[in-house]
């Protein structure tokens, strides 16, 4: 279109210098464990939408090892939030980067470098949206609120009280959950909401102190027993089998059985070629397997550790071992009902022993009904720029505190942005395709017209 000549060539022309950008902000590795570095970032991001001409406001909780949430603040009209992150990942096992996770490098049209796509890369793409549509549209159709936060890939666990620091914060007319998504076929992704989650720590204790391996013959080892326990949270497929685990469900409604039986079966097959695997959980495949992303409840074992792993040999019987689960929510689920559902299962299999932990984050899902305008908006503005049919799924089958933000307005939701399914977010050698991320630029500066453009209080979600 040609309002957006100016601003597509000017996306284009400045690719190079936001690159370099991108470069610098992903050289802070700003991990959850490293303070001095989460500092770092948050005066960079503040900085930079400063430079944007944002009105910025840096909150900060009286605990100072608490990451601040940056919050800029730009345009008039109609607020939409959104809602990001400075965090990373941690960037280990750092043998397997081919260049190290804080030292950014250009490879094949790639920029590669941890948080380069979760979250840096589709921060800034917004961030460049705006700087393109003032140089060359003019004012902004809408107020955008960023709201980035330094918790979430820890999960978010300050993100409420921060956002109560500042009332109004989460007063709006929509909603962009942190990135979008492009598929192998180059087709755009969009998604109108995200799951739940809840996370703990098993601990398992059976002995004082490790023993001598010489006498595993008498004394019981912490490790099977945890393993043991483990086994009986899913069949010999896989499948999770706790019981009430899917308490709380929402029954799916036809018109989201409808938005789901428009999904190709290519889009979740080549997950296949992306992992490597011939086979997914259960021999699951097509509708079935779409299905299951969406709507059924998870179950993962995300680490498992116990007794001597270093060089070397050290020929023990463990005292303790440990595990970590993440289970993901859909909507209506209470994180608590399942948690306790996980300890009422363990107990009824002679597991009461194992204590459980909870992690301090617990998110519910947020799911935005399909046909909603903001939904459409994306959708349409997706595909004029990438000229292809948008993958329209319900939910992101990840999770973001979109909960938190939205559910006391009950705000509208959706995605935006240019990750694509091979950018390995969280793994080695994470990456951001520096073409999907001008596409991502030129995503969002059409849809702060067409957000504009949707009459205020169109507010159902959930």
């Known amino acids: ?35 001095e570095a989460l500092r770092a970032a948050a005066t ?16 900060a909780l009286d605990d100072e090892t608490v990451p601040p949430l940056v919050v800029g603040e730009i345009g008039s009209g109609s607020a939409l939030n959104a809602v990001q992150h400075y965090d990373v990942q941690p960037g280990v096992p750092l043998e397997l980067w081919t260049t190290g996770p804080y030292l950014p490098e250009v490879r094949n049209g790639r920029l590669y470098a941890r948080g380069a796509a979760d979250n840096k890369g589709e921060l800034l793409a917004r961030m460049w949206a705006v700087e393109a549509y ?44 942190e990135g979008g998504g492009i598929d192998l076929r180059g087709r755009p992704q969009v998604v109108s909401g995200v799951r739940g989650m809840v996370g703990m720590e098993l601990v398992c204790r059976t002995i004082a102190y490790d023993a001598h391996s010489s006498l595993a013959t008498l004394l019981p080892s912490a490790t099977i027993r945890l393993v043991r326990a483990l086994a009986t949270l899913w069949d010999d497929e896989g499948v999770p089998v706790v019981d009430g685990l899917e308490a709380g469900v929402r029954p799916p409604t036809p018109a989201q059985l409808e938005i789901l039986g428009r999904i190709p079966d290519d889009e979740i097959e080549d997950l296949k070629h992306v992992f490597g695997v011939d086979r997914f959980v259960a021999g699951l495949s097509g509708q079935a397997a779409i299905r299951a992303l969406t ?19 050290k020929t023990i019987t463990p005292a303790e071992a440990r595990a970590r689960l993440d289970i993901r929510l859909v909507p209506d689920q209470d994180p608590a009902v399942v948690l306790q559902a996980v300890r009422d299962h363990f107990s009824r299999r002679g597991f009461g022993d ?3 932990v909870p992690f301090s984050f617990q998110y519910r899902a947020w799911w935005t009904p399909p046909d909603h305008p903001i939904v459409t908006a994306a959708v349409r503005v997706s595909e004029e720029v990438l000229g292809k049919p948008t993958i329209h799924d319900l939910s992101a089958p990840g999770t973001a505190p979109m909960h938190e933000v939205c559910a006391a ?22 990456s951001f395709r520096l073409d999907y991320a001008e596409a991502a630029v030129r995503m969002t500066g059409r849809f702060f017209d067409a957000f504009a453009a949707i009459p205020r209080g169109s507010r159902s979600s959930g």
Do not use: K
Request: one cysteine or more; glycine letters at 10%; hydrophobic letters at 35%.
């Open 44 to 59: 960079w991001t503040a900085d930079r939408l400063s430079r944007l001409g944002a009105t910025v406001d840096v909150v």
């Open 134 to 177: 003032l140089a060359t549209i003019g004012d902004l159709p809408c107020r955008i609120r960023f709201l980035v936060e330094g918790e979430e890939e820890s999960g978010s666990t300050h993100f409420g009280p921060l956002l109560d620091r500042r009332p109004g914060l989460r007063e709006a007319d929509g909603a962009l959950i």
């Open 295 to 313: 709507f059924h409840t998870t179950c993962n074992v995300q680490g498992l550790w116990s007794g001597y792993t270093g060089p070397g040999d």
């Open 409 to 430: 307005g009950n705000v509208p939701t959706t995605s935006l942005g240019g990750a694509d399914d091979e950018c390995r977010a969280h793994a080695p050698n994470e």
């Open 1 to 35: 279109m040609a309002r957006y000549d100016a601003f597509d060539r000017y996306a284009a022309d400045h690719m190079p210098a936001w690159t370099d950008e991108l470069a610098a902000y992903c050289a802070i590795g700003s991990e959850q464990s490293d303070h």
């Open 354 to 356: 194992i204590e459980i």
